[in-house]
């Protein structure tokens, strides 16, 4: 079974840290991008993070740009989120999700990626 | 940045109705429009890739149109299980942008 499982969330302090995992099983987790998503309390979805395949690539919604980390280890089948310097703004459940992507095109080839494997998410309250 | 609105922000429909969801991007994303179910407390479900393309396992009263700017979600025929809210994506470029969402609500 084709599986997603978050972890690490909680209750920390403005300014503190946090890292979340996801657990992935069931697909070949290498040959995916990955990517974070958040929604805050009674809000809509809100991207985060992608990475690519290799860890090579890289991107990041201007409000976590030089806070949160995302990574990866293939080996493991996991995938990261480093988050340092908190804010309450952070608060918000944490979905990690694999991208899928459809390839269309005979000479030249056109990806359209989208999020077809979702975890269940992990609570990230930032409170003092 | 591309913004993408949706509309209705909510709508109340019955058992059996014809439901249409609009999603709008703020400049032409091609066909690179994806949409997404969430139940409360629940993640999202992929519905419908690439403007049109059914996810498998996904029923087929879900369908999807348009391309460049202006997009559809259509359910053709209501059911319970369906009351819930839509989410468009563009994957043209990032940052990815979701829309503000739509509730359908039992009437």
């Known amino acids: 079974e084709v599986q997603l499982v978050e972890s690490g969330g909680g209750l920390v302090q403005p300014g503190g840290s946090l890292r979340l995992s996801c657990a992935a099983s069931g697909f070949t987790f290498s040959n995916y991008w990955m990517t974070w998503v958040r929604q805050a309390p009674g809000k809509g979805l809100e991207w985060v993070a992608n990475?690519?395949?290799?860890?090579?690539?890289?991107y990041y919604v201007d409000s976590v740009k030089g806070r949160f980390a995302i990574s990866r280890d293939n080996a493991m089948n996991s995938l990261y989120l480093q988050m340092n310097s908190l804010r309450a703004e952070d608060t918000a459940v944490y979905y990690c999700?694999?991208?899928?992507?459809?390839?269309?095109?005979?000479?030249?080839?056109?990806?359209?990626?989208?999020?077809?494997?979702w975890g269940t998410g992990t609570t990230v309250t930032v409170s003092s | 940045d591309i913004q993408m609105t949706q509309s209705p922000s909510s709508l109340s429909a019955s058992v059996g109705d014809r439901v249409t969801i609009t999603c709008r991007a703020s400049q032409s994303i091609s066909s690179y429009l994806n949409w997404y179910q969430q139940k409360p407390g629940k993640a999202p479900k992929l519905l419908i890739f690439a403007a049109s393309s059914l996810q498998s396992g996904v029923p087929s009263r879900f369908s999807g149109s348009g391309s460049g700017t202006d997009f559809t979600l259509t359910i053709t025929s209501l059911q319970p299980e369906d009351f819930a809210t839509y989410y468009c994506?563009?994957?043209?470029?990032?940052?990815?942008?979701f829309g503000q969402g739509t509730k359908v609500e039992i009437k």
């Open positions: 994506q563009q994957s043209y470029t990032t940052p990815v942008a």
């Open positions: 999700a694999r991208v899928g992507a459809m390839v269309r095109g005979v000479v030249d080839y056109y990806y359209y990626y989208y999020m077809d494997v």
């Open positions: 990475i690519k395949q290799d860890g090579s690539e890289k």
